[in-house]
């Protein structure tokens, strides 16, 4: 597995408009757009810092995982997400390192990316997302 680089970090928040404005107007970070990914029950902001950027998740449904992550830890930083070539690779390559995987088999993410989730178990509880794209 080739890490490409810090691809976002994913801030968990209960509304991304009361959100929005410290990170567009107090850090000077323009959104590049939001967008909902249903399958995952969240509504998702990007603000682009250089080569990466931060990704705000408010939660579409009180049953997501953001909800959950919310109620149980507060707002704040939910996951790491590392840009990798190969996808199937990754996931094959944390198992074989003895990784507990969320995800055995890629699923879609925000902004067209293929995703999966080491679980924070295996990865001294950081939530760690692997990500491809195209």
Do not use: C
Not at 34 to 39: G, Q, S, W
Not at 75 to 101: N, S, T, W
Not at 104 to 109: D, F, L, Q, S, V
């Amino acid at each position: 597995m080739k890490i490409l680089k810090l691809d976002h970090i994913g801030i968990a928040v209960k509304d991304l408009d009361e959100a929005l404005p410290f990170w567009r107007d107090v850090m000077g970070l323009e959104p590049a757009g939001t967008e909902i990914v249903e399958e995952q029950k969240v509504k998702v902001a990007f603000l682009p810092v250089g080569d990466t950027e931060i990704e705000l998740l408010e939660s579409t449904d009180d049953s997501g995982p953001i909800a959950r992550f919310i109620e149980k830890n507060g707002e704040g930083v939910q996951h790491l997400a590392f840009r990798v070539d190969d996808i199937e690779e990754g996931i094959a390559y944390m198992k074989a390192q003895g990784m507990r995987m969320i995800d055995e088999k890629p699923r879609y993410g925000a902004g067209g990316a293929k995703i999966a989730f080491v679980h924070p178990k295996s990865s001294k509880g950081v939530l760690v997302e692997i990500s491809e794209r195209k």
